[in-house]
């Protein structure tokens, strides 16, 4: 069946650190994946997609790649503010699923200045 | 603009009082979702609908019903509430299936 896991949280990292937030997933048939951002008292907002292996998706200086080999895609930016303080979800779509969207857990970061 | 909207926003009410939280968009979407969200759970969905009149149970769809008479709407009702039902819920819809969802604002209940 389809999954996604992703890295427990809470991550807390200072301004202008490295981020990674590790997913990985199973599915049975060729998903796309998603990076879904939730800042406090909002819904989810779509932070970057990616529908077929290689591909990079990237916004807002946040950015993950579609690794087929090693069925992953961490999110990654350079550089973290503090207004990037949010949870994160990664997610799953499979064509062969319709309408149905797989996530993780969410994994809570923290930036502090 | 385009948007998905919730409502209510917030609602504390009591065991076995039947509520309907509604739930509307306006990009002429095919798919719309139902989700709740926990402390350690992260979202799980409750329903689901690929259109008017075709919906199907998610992961959680236990206390729950739902209904899709127009393609805009697709409320979610609780028949007979119970407390372990208090969660924040989302709406969610999306043009195509392996498409983003576009997400309401959320609707936290409270069931005493």
């Known amino acids: 069946g389809n999954s996604v896991t992703q890295m427990e949280g809470p991550v807390t990292l200072s301004e202008e650190a490295f981020l990674t937030i590790n997913c990985t997933y199973t599915?049975?048939?060729?998903?796309?994946l998603f990076w879904y951002v939730q800042y406090p008292g909002e819904g989810l907002q779509l932070l970057l997609k990616?529908?077929?292996?290689?591909d990079k998706g990237s916004n807002k200086g946040f950015e993950a790649t579609y690794r087929k080999e090693t069925t992953s895609f961490h999110l990654e930016k350079g550089s973290v503010q503090v207004s990037d303080s949010a949870v994160y979800f990664c997610?799953?779509?499979?064509?062969?699923?319709?309408?149905?969207?797989?996530f993780g857990r969410g994994t809570q970061l923290t930036v502090w200045p | 603009e385009a948007q998905v909207t919730q409502n209510p926003r917030y609602l504390i009410t009591v065991t076995g009082k039947k509520l309907t939280v509604t739930c509307s968009q306006n990009?002429?979407?095919?798919?719309m979702s139902w989700y709740r969200q926990d402390p350690g759970l992260g979202l799980r969905q409750i329903y689901y609908?690929?259109?008017?009149?075709?919906?199907d149970k998610g992961d959680v769809p236990e206390g729950y019903k739902v209904s899709r008479k127009e393609k805009r709407n697709f409320p979610l009702i609780l028949e007979s509430p119970s407390p372990n039902q208090t969660s924040l819920y989302f709406c969610?819809?999306?043009?195509?299936?392996?498409?983003?969802?576009?997400f309401g604002d959320g609707t936290r209940l409270s069931i005493l």
């Open positions: 997610a799953l779509g499979d064509a062969s699923t319709l309408g149905r969207l797989y």
């Open positions: 599915a049975t048939g060729y998903p796309s």
């Open positions: 990616a529908t077929k292996a290689d």
């Open positions: 990009m002429n979407h095919e798919y």
């Open positions: 609908s690929m259109n008017v009149e075709v919906t």
């Open positions: 969610a819809s999306m043009r195509g299936s392996n498409q983003p969802q576009h």
